[in-house]
């Protein structure tokens, strides 16, 4: 069992950086799959970055490839999303979801993960 929370997320103009972090506890946070999601009003939730139980693989959306950096930190139960050159578009509630996994596979449809965060708004103004 995993038990996420996000924060970070805030009004900013568009061209800011915001960096996301979500909190795990519980013991399986380390040999979990970790992915962020967003979820703009009127549209369906959207994959925006995945990243391996260790860290050393990850993927992202097209739409934010290159300004968006996911990472973790294991021994502090956290992972984080730096997100650059913010533009309007990118407004959305952000989650965190988690899968406990070690095989290296990086999950990119919502039905794959198991565990989610509620999620922090992200507003950017043009």
């Known amino acids: 069992q995993v038990r996420l929370v996000e924060s970070g997320g805030r009004l900013v103009q568009a061209g800011a950086s915001l960096r996301l972090s979500c909190a795990a506890s519980g013991r399986t946070f380390g040999s979990s799959a970790m992915g962020w999601f967003r979820q703009a009003p009127g549209k369906e939730r959207e994959f925006v970055a995945g990243i391996t139980w260790s860290g050393d693989s990850t993927y992202y959306a097209e739409s934010v490839k290159v300004r968006f950096t996911i990472s973790r930190d294991n021994p502090k139960n956290t992972m984080y999303l730096q997100m650059n050159s913010l533009k309007p578009e990118d407004t959305a509630v952000y989650s965190c979801?988690?899968?406990?996994?070690?095989?290296?596979?990086?999950?990119?449809?919502?039905?794959?993960?198991?565990?989610w965060g509620p999620g922090t708004q992200v507003t950017v103004s043009s």
């Open positions: 979801a988690a899968r406990t996994d070690t095989s290296g596979i990086i999950y990119g449809t919502a039905r794959d993960y198991h565990f």
